[in-house]
């Protein structure tokens, strides 16, 4: 395992720590792994917690800020924040409009995040939850169902925009479940990932080997296929994805290209050409888009594509004004 | 060789292409490798233009926009553009003010855009050319002299920042050199870059190795060490750069801790972290730092750092807005 960490058991409050001496805007505790607004919490407005496991970032750290968390909780790497964290979390953003939790499709974060919201409603403050399962990899219905990745971007950026107009804890909900509803994302990987504890690589891959439909936590994907171009590969990813977004009156959609770690820049860029070209043959017209490592899987190779079909509201919410350390733009 | 790419002898077309799909606020023409603002030349506005070889993205072409470049030329991959594409968006920035030539120190860019310089001379346009090269790896006077890396950034932001406040020619020059005297930079890497077109790793590691004072184009570094922690890791980089680094009478320092292309964030937020502790134990106030892919050497693992002196003309400069595709910060 080649990694620039101290040790596996640092690792998290490490990062955190850096992001900390970066990033002004937030307020950071590194030992509890717990991320918040730097200037408290907004009187009357909503709360949204997100967090989960780390080795995802920016993903959730890098979006607390005005306009989108009010705090994240971030769990040992690839392994759920304990709810007494999660605790601690949402009753330091709640100004008594009451919390939403963002929590990604996972049985961990599921239980841990449930049993958090119960807690909080013991302590008088009004929970509601959204749960992200975008990854059409897995079918819907098999396991635990589908797990969240690339989406919860999308969610996090539209709800938070629309906490920040003073809207209340139902509609912020709402605005969240649709934006979930309305997302589908598909993965593939060049190279597995490998975690700090294990040391090495969750799964071996050829040297002309890739994986179809990998999640973001080294779990292998649904099969194996020799490395092809971009074009035919994106191909593959789009047809996986459109086979089940909705259609919604042809509405255009938002875009993630999102590297998973270790796919540098100038592939992202190919990739999202390919996206542009394929999607163009198919009348589906991007309105918004984003490139980059937005939730990664540790030092994997490879990328996600997430799609949203979104409304004028929903777009209009992308463009309200952003200011965390990872996504930042004005009005 | 593993990459998400369509064909080597496409990749930089495709690439822009990319960029040109995700940020309507560059204008690309990809077959040429040229890319400029959107919005046309400025009226009375020093022109700037910076580029060469691809492989490094973002650098340069996402950094064309308000606030910073008018145009970036990209080569082909690790290859300097040549002069007629350097000529051609020189001539395309140059609003009658002159134009400043932002130049990393590598032979076939100084030649080519010295050719360059001179044609534009000839059309009646005035072009000063600042020489970026902070890379302390390379001892000063050694064969073609110290590398351009990260300091490229620094100097793009600040000159173009000085730029946009319509400041005649010299001074923006002045400036763009005095960004370079005050930075220096060390990377080290835990992998090699492969080359589309070679296809196979520049140099080799053993699984427990890492090269200590590479660049940027896959050369191999100034000697190879067993892998350490993060914390002798960054020791032994910063160690290399304040022995080199400006006094200037204590001033705090802008800080780059730059991915190389396939190390994740979670580690390059450790680095910062360790840069953190580090700088704070000799004293040194780091006053804005960026962490992230901002100058890569293709999926190359590793990171460089880079420090620059500043004085307050040069933080206001740093803190103004800035409005590309990869930087971006509102007043």
């Not at 789009?238 to 938002?254: F, N, Q, R, Y």
Request: aromatic letters at 4%.
């Amino acid at each position: 395992m080649k990694k620039l960490i101290n040790t596996p058991q640092t690792v998290v409050a490490d990062a955190l720590r850096g992001m900390a001496a970066s990033h002004s805007e937030i307020s950071v505790d590194a030992e509890a792994g717990i991320v918040t607004r730097s200037g408290g919490k907004v009187p009357g407005k909503v709360g949204i917690v997100s967090g989960g496991g780390s080795g995802h970032e920016p993903l959730h750290a890098g979006f607390v800020g005005r306009g989108m968390l009010d705090a994240a909780v971030a769990g040992p790497v690839f392994t759920s924040p304990v709810p007494d964290r999660i605790g601690e979390a949402t009753a330091a953003v709640d100004s008594g409009a009451g919390v939403l939790h963002i929590v990604k499709n996972y049985t961990g974060d599921i239980l841990n995040f449930g049993m958090a919201a119960e807690d909080a409603d013991d302590d008088g403050i009004k929970v509601e939850t959204v749960v992200v399962d975008d990854d059409v990899a897995v079918a819907r219905g098999e396991g635990a169902g589908r797990r969240g990745t690339g989406a919860t971007l999308f969610v996090e950026k539209l709800a938070g925009a629309l906490a920040e107009t003073g809207a209340p804890l139902a509609e912020v909900a709402a605005m969240a479940r649709k934006v979930n509803e309305m997302s589908r994302s598909f993965g593939v990987a060049l190279s597995s990932c490998t975690t700090p504890a294990n040391g090495a690589p969750n799964f071996e891959l050829g040297d002309r080997e890739i994986e179809i439909g990998v999640g973001i936590h080294g779990e292998p994907g649904r099969r194996r296929a020799e490395l092809t171009t971009a074009a035919d590969t994106v191909e593959i990813m789009l047809d996986a994805i459109l086979e089940d977004l909705p259609e919604a009156d042809g509405a255009p959609v938002l875009l993630l290209v999102n590297g998973l770690g270790a796919t540098p820049p100038i592939e992202l860029y190919v990739v999202r050409a390919e996206v542009e070209r394929i999607l163009a043959g198919r009348g589906i017209r991007i309105a918004r888009s984003l490139v980059g490592n937005y939730v990664t899987s540790l030092d994997m190779a490879g990328c996600t594509l997430t799609l949203c079909r979104a409304d004028e509201q929903m777009l209009q919410l992308w463009d309200a004004p952003v200011d965390t350390p990872s996504l930042r733009w004005g009005a």
